[in-house]
T-cell receptor
Framework: DAKTTQPTSMDCAEGRAANLPCNHS???????VYWYRQIHSQGPQYIIH???NNETNEMASLIITEDRKSSTLILPHATLRDTAVYYC?????????????FGTGTRLLVSP | GAVVSQHPSWVICKSGTSVKIECRSL??????MFWYRQFPKQSLMLMAT?????????EQGVEKDKFLINHASLTLSTLTVTSAHPEDSSFYIC????????????????FGPGTRLTVL
């Protein structure tokens, strides 16, 4: 079972920041938070991941709370092409093969 | 870097026939590849884990004799749906565990674009 909880859907205006929350209250100390997204009829796309510190790359920023029980994915300037289902996944590292367990994700709709 | 391709992107077949789907890591070697299935309006479900040169590990409820997986090289894994039936119609997606250095020394998986199978 997925160990994360995400809102079913969110809306965002084009050009504005999209903040997607994720609760992972049972996360353990050596589990990473991963974010993937899936645009309609395509395979999932890796976005970003983090352990404790906030992370930023060319796609997004990941803010992880100090207690690590929740995180927020930030798309700073959403475009229409960011419309997708966003999955937040916790993953235990350094134990051999890793199994991604996809929950239902958040369906983000970016509108003009 | 870390590009994964699938072929074909879509396939239509008659009930009872077998269909082979290829998954390739184009610019890196992948010792581990994964096969997922996704039904309409549902999330991805892991079917099996494929390690190069060894037998695949199937998830509970997935018939290994029906979904044959071969991972003969570090850049190619194949999924064969044998004796396909309409209920096997789905979106099949593979992923490959990325190269450690490129993925920041973590086990990030990179996904292919998917193959839509329709069984008539």
């Amino acid at each position: 079972d997925a160990k994360t909880t995400q809102p079913t859907s969110m809306d965002c205006a084009e050009g504005r920041a999209a903040n997607l929350p994720c609760n992972h209250s049972t996360i353990s100390g050596n589990e990473y938070v991963y974010w993937y997204r899936q645009i309609h009829s395509q395979g999932p796309q890796y976005i970003i991941h983090g352990l404790k510190n906030n992370e930023t790359n060319e796609m997004a920023s990941l803010i992880i709370t100090e207690d690590r029980k929740s995180s927020t994915l930030i798309l700073p300037h959403a475009t229409l092409r960011d419309t997708a289902v966003y999955y937040c996944i916790v993953l235990l590292m350094n134990t051999g093969f890793q199994k991604l367990v996809f929950g239902t994700g958040t369906r983000l709709l970016v509108s003009p | 870097g870390a590009v994964v391709s699938q072929h074909p992107s879509w396939v239509i077949c008659k009930s009872g026939t077998s269909v082979k789907i290829e998954c390739r890591s184009l610019d890196f070697q992948a010792t581990t590849m994964f096969w997922y299935r996704q039904f309409p309006k549902q999330s991805l479900m892991l079917m099996a884990t494929s390690n190069e040169g060894s037998k695949a590990t199937y998830e509970q409820g997935v018939e290994k004799d029906k979904f044959l997986i071969n991972h003969a090289s570090l850049t190619l894994s194949t999924l064969t749906v044998t004796s396909a039936h309409p209920e096997d119609s789905s979106f099949y997606i593979c992923s490959a565990r990325g190269p450690f250095k490129l993925a920041g020394w973590t086990d990030t998986q990179y996904f292919g674009p998917g193959t839509r199978l329709t069984v008539l």
